[in-house]
């Protein structure tokens, strides 16, 4: 299977600041990558689908990059109910597989 | 607006046997995909189990093959999982999610609990 590896595992950041969150796949996905959004004790929300198309709903300041083995995530600047735990997806082959999350928290 | 109702989670011991429900509402149920996810307390997520709006494609993970059965009623708009000989590491929230086109998962219900346990 596909194994998604994200970094870093833990950011402390300031409201306001710029993020970049990485994910590297083991193999080439193409451009099938989506990045979810976790807060506690709630089900992920969809972001960002196909490497870079925001999902429905979604603010204008999170951006997603990437081909084949890596991809990022961008917020432009982090607002308050953006600290939460941020998991890509590949949907290149089956099984469809996470990486193990990002935890963007208060500094 | 999609809302998806999980239900049917519990403790269980190893072994057993549990069938979880999903229904959904608010979209033409039988047009979408549908999946399970599950997330295992402080763990991240793993895509279980995926079946097609007709029901006929289908597919699992290699951790629950042969011991979870996915199938849907589209007549009442419910999503099932059979899960048997369940294990301590199937323990976890079982999320029921929505397939988009392309395959991304676009809606969640709020899960349903289910602890392996003797």
């Known amino acids: 299977e596909i194994v998604l590896t994200q970094s870093p595992a833990t950011l402390s950041l300031s409201p306001g600041e710029r993020v970049t969150l990485s994910c590297r796949a083991s193999?080439?996905?193409?451009?099938?990558l989506a990045w979810y959004q976790q807060k506690p004790g709630q089900a992920p929300r969809l972001l960002i689908y196909?490497?870079?198309n925001r999902a429905t709903g979604i603010p204008a300041r999170f951006s997603g990059s990437g081909f084949g083995t890596d991809f990022t995530l961008t917020i432009s600047s982090l607002e308050p109910e953006d600290f939460a735990v941020y998991y890509c997806?590949?949907?290149?082959?089956?099984?469809?597989?996470f990486g193990q999350g990002t935890k963007v928290e208060i500094k | 607006e999609v809302q998806l109702l999980e239900s049917g989670g519990g403790l269980v011991q190893p072994g057993g046997s549990l069938r979880l429900s999903c229904a959904g509402s608010?979209?033409?149920?039988?047009?979408?995909?549908m999946s399970w996810v599950r997330q295992a307390p402080g763990r991240g997520l793993e895509c279980v189990s995926f079946?097609?709006?007709?029901?006929?494609?289908?597919y699992y993970a290699d951790s629950v093959k042969g011991r979870f059965t996915i199938s849907r009623d589209n007549s009442k708009n419910t999503l099932f999982l059979q899960m048997d000989s369940l294990r301590a590491e199937d323990t976890a929230l079982y999320y029921c999610?929505?397939?988009?086109?392309?395959?991304?998962?676009?809606?969640w219900g709020q899960g349903t609990l289910v602890t392996v346990s003797s």
């Open positions: 608010g979209f033409t149920f039988s047009t979408y995909s």
């Open positions: 997806q590949q949907r290149g082959k089956w099984p469809r597989t």
């Open positions: 193999q080439s996905v193409s451009s099938y």
């Open positions: 196909d490497a870079s």
């Open positions: 999610a929505r397939d988009m086109t392309p395959p991304y998962f676009d809606s």
């Open positions: 079946i097609g709006g007709n029901g006929y494609n289908t």
